[in-house]
């Protein structure tokens, strides 16, 4: 079985776009591959955050993941920081990657903002550390969001390196699986920058955790264009809101952009939005509850967790064991 692997920061709940263009496809995923699926926490620090918040921000993280359909059975579901292979790839990895490689990483200069000076050296080697996330377990298949595609190459540069450099076919090279028509589901107050858990207007995203009136008066406050639906997808060129809404009542329906609007072209917003906020509702009602039940014994998902933690070192160790010895460490 081809395996995967792929992760989510606890840096807030998991929104609408971690679940439509990330989470929900990794759970077809456990019963056609091996699948790998981490809470990178070591991926939160490198922006400000609250420690006294971060563990309960970690633990609700793998609640959702679980309520989403990962079963910590049939996938392993682990956090970052309890093994310890991601951080030693990560340095062996910071001394393979170029600083020109990272310099051209534009999610370092979208969140790094104005002050760059300011931005943390681990905001820098993010990149690195998400390479080693999936080398170290050989993992060949990576389903992430759209804008997750440049590290991805950045990771396939970083084995490729290591290979020449270190004389072995070591590191497989990557694929990513970037998948349907919400892999890139944009903020609601701005068509040109993608939802995010991290954005400092709750506003701008659903989050899996918003209750029926925040979900729809959201909905009914999203940026829009003020011409009706277009008739046809066609339509929603130059459109980025509508373009949006649109893929994510798609996406929610298990339907085309195509279909959405032989049904609602030439509707005005206002009414698309009721129909929209209904279906995100009826969507989301289930996983809200199967969450809150979870987290009602949190010692039961700590307990997974580390279940999790164990196969994953089952499966990075000898690969750290033998990238230590390629790169000439002293063996312990
Ligand atoms: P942060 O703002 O802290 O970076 P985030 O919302 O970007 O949070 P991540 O934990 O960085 O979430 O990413 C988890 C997964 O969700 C990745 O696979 C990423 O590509 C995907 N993802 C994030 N935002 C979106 C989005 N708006 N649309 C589709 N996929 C997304
Ligand atoms: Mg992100």
């Known amino acids: 079985k081809q395996r995967v692997f792929s992760g989510i920061q606890p840096s807030g709940v998991p929104t609408l776009g971690n679940y439509l263009g990330a989470i929900r496809n990794w759970v077809p995923l456990q019963d056609t591959h091996d699948a790998i699926y981490c809470v990178v926490d070591l ?39 309890h093994v310890h292979a991601h951080a030693r790839l990560a340095w062996i990895f910071n001394c ?26 681990g ?20 389903p992430v969001g759209d804008d997750q595609k440049q590290h991805l190459e950045l990771a396939n540069d970083i084995a ?5 450099d270190f004389g072995a076919e070591f590191f497989p090279a990557i694929e990513p699986l970037i998948q349907g028509v919400a892999a890139r589901v944009m903020s609601l107050r701005d068509g040109t920058k993608k939802m ?19 979900v729809a008066l959201k909905i009914r406050r999203a940026r829009t264009d003020p011409e009706p639906l277009p008739e046809s997808a ?24 195509e279909a959405v609007l032989r049904d609602h072209g030439g509707k005005g ?5 009721e129909v929209l906020a209904e279906a995100l509702v009826a969507h989301l009602t289930p996983i809200q509850a199967e969450m809150k039940r979870l987290l009602g014994d949190p010692g039961a998902v700590d307990a997974a967790l580390r279940l999790g933690a164990e196969r994953a070192r089952a499966v990075a160790d000898p690969i750290m064991t033998e990238a230590e010895r ?5 063996p312990r």
């Open 43 to 81: 991926h939160a620090i490198t922006q400000p955050f609250d420690p006294k918040q971060l563990a309960a921000q970690t633990r609700e993280m793998a609640a959702a993941l679980i309520a989403c359909g990962l079963d910590p059975e049939r996938c392993v579901l682990f956090v970052q920081s």
């Open 96 to 121: 393979v990657a170029r600083l020109g490689w990272l310099n051209r990483m534009t999610q370092f200069k979208d969140k790094a903002g104005k002050d760059r000076e300011a931005a943390s050296s």
């Open 123 to 142: 905001l820098y080697v993010y990149p690195n550390l998400m390479a080693a996330d999936i080398l170290a377990y050989h993992a060949t298949l990576v």
């Open 160 to 164: 490729q390196k290591f290979n020449h």
């Open 196 to 214: 995010s858990k991290s954005d400092a207007s709750d506003q701008s995203r659903i989050n899996l955790t918003d209750d029926a009136d925040a």
């Open 234 to 257: 066609a339509g929603l060129e130059g459109r980025a809101e509508a373009r949006n809404l649109v893929g994510i009542l798609a996406a929610v329906a298990g339907a085309t952009p």
């Open 269 to 273: 917003f206002s009414e698309f939005k």
């Open 326 to 330: 390629l790169v000439g460490f002293l």
